[in-house]
Nanobody
Framework: QVQLVESGGGSVQAGGSLRLSCAAS????????MGWYRQAPGKQRELVAL???????NYADSVQGRFTISRDDAKNTVYLQMNSLKPEDTGVYYC????????????????WGQGTQVTVSS
């Protein structure tokens, strides 16, 4: 059973910083990619940042230069350092992991965390 546990959300003023963490627990898989998505009230969930096993990184244009995604493979953990936060960064942030079972190659499964609230006040 795979589980993603997120932490690090909270409330900050504009210009502040937060660091999100997401740890994948379980056995018998390899992580092909991990990423962060967010959903603001009344809006669709959108990609914030993604990092692949090959260390390819993608950022949403709106966070480029302010957010940094990184990972610790030994801990199966991905981080999102968020600096210079803006009110429009407010939303529920979800971690997603794309995993490949060790015994069944060529198949991927997506797992989602429970979400963590980030609120940025002006």
């Amino acid at each position: 059973q795979v589980q993603l546990v997120e932490s690090g959300g909270g409330s900050v003023q504009a210009g502040g910083s937060l660091r999100l963490s997401c740890a994948a627990s379980g056995r018998g898989f390899s992580i092909n990619a991990m990423g962060w998505y967010r959903q603001a009230p009344g809006k669709q969930r959108e990609l914030v940042a993604l990092i692949t096993r090959g260390s390819s990184i993608n950022y949403a244009d709106s966070v480029q230069g302010r957010f940094t995604i990184s990972r610790d493979d030994a801990k199966n953990t991905v981080y999102l350092q968020m600096n210079s936060l803006k009110p429009e960064d407010t939303g529920v942030y979800y971690c997603k992991a794309t995993l490949e079972p060790s015994l069944v190659r060529g198949i991927e499964y997506d797992y989602w965390g429970q979400g963590t609230q980030v609120t940025v006040s002006s």
